[in-house]
């Protein structure tokens, strides 16, 4: 396993150039409305919500509809030109009213083999730091497909659509060894602002991947760099970082 500082890579995840990666804004973000009438439908066939698109979307990302799929249905927005008395078309008025259509499906009512195979990680294994840091990993369920992945609690989630879940794993895991996602039971004086978690998290993915070989550390500086902005990261941001990039390497390193 490569011996390379911890404060060299913080450093170097700051200062070199990155970029922000696509994947945070290739699916259609859904209204509050269209999302709560998706879960109800969802539900109601007892299915798993996932990352949703329609038939034509899924085409483009490699994926095609399972047999006896059924598709969900959602509001569409339709505008179409006001008229007067006698039917005419009236120059620049329009009227935008809403109709429900099926045209929607969830990731897991697709087949494709543009899922990303899990990386083996030979000096790292992802199992045993989990019952280690006692952790679990659950099942991704939720409509956002720009959402790489979510922690809750002592449990994350991967989307399967993740561009690189290694890094995202680690970004969870460490949201979690943080105390990032327990944090409702704090003060507000105690509580990390959401760009802080994100510069922290991201950082011990940035760490953990480059000291395990692993790729996505263009997109990772890029994450970094995005949520840092002009601001630096303090010494107790910086310490946080370090141990808790050391705990995940530990909790998981193969002897």
């Known amino acids: 396993m490569k011996t390379v ?3 060299e890579l913080l450093k170097e995840a700051v ?14 973000q859904y209204s509050i409305g269209n999302q709560l009438w998706l879960w109800d439908q969802v539900s109601q066939r007892d299915e798993t919500l996932g990352p949703v ?5 899924w085409n483009t990302l490699g994926r095609s509809i399972k047999g006896g799929s059924k598709a969900y249905s959602m509001l569409m927005p339709v505008i179409v030109p006001k008229k ?7 120059d620049g008025k329009f009227s935008k009213f809403f109709i429900l259509k099926n045209y929607w499906f969830t990731v897991h009512q697709t087949e494709g083999d543009d899922f990303k195979e899990e ?12 019952d280690k840091l006692l952790i679990k990993e659950n099942a991704y369920e939720s409509i956002d497909g720009n959402v790489q992945g979510y922690a809750s609690f002592h449990s994350f989630a991967i989307n399967p659509l993740a561009i690189y879940p290694h890094k995202t794993t680690f970004h969870e895991l460490a949201h979690i060894v943080l105390g990032h996602t327990t944090e409702h039971t704090m003060s507000d004086s105690e509580t990390t602002p959401r760009d802080i978690r ?18 996505g550390l263009e997109e990772s500086r890029g994450y970094i760099q995005h949520w840092l902005k002009d601001n630096q990261i303090d ?11 050391n705990t995940i390497l530990n909790a998981g390193k193969v002897v």
């Open 119 to 130: 990386t083996i990680i030979p000096e790292w294994d992802k199992q045993k730091a989990l």
């Open 15 to 28: 200062n070199k150039e990155g970029i922000l990666s696509t994947c945070y804004s290739r699916f259609h």
């Open 235 to 245: 010494d107790r941001s910086a310490q946080k970082i370090f141990t808790c990039a």
């Open 198 to 215: 994100e510069v922290e998290a991201e950082s011990v993915a940035y760490i953990l991947c480059s000291i395990l070989g692993l790729n």
């Open 84 to 90: 007067d008395k006698a039917g005419k078309k009236i």
């Open 53 to 57: 698109q329609t038939l034509k979307q």
């Open 5 to 7: 500082p911890f404060a």
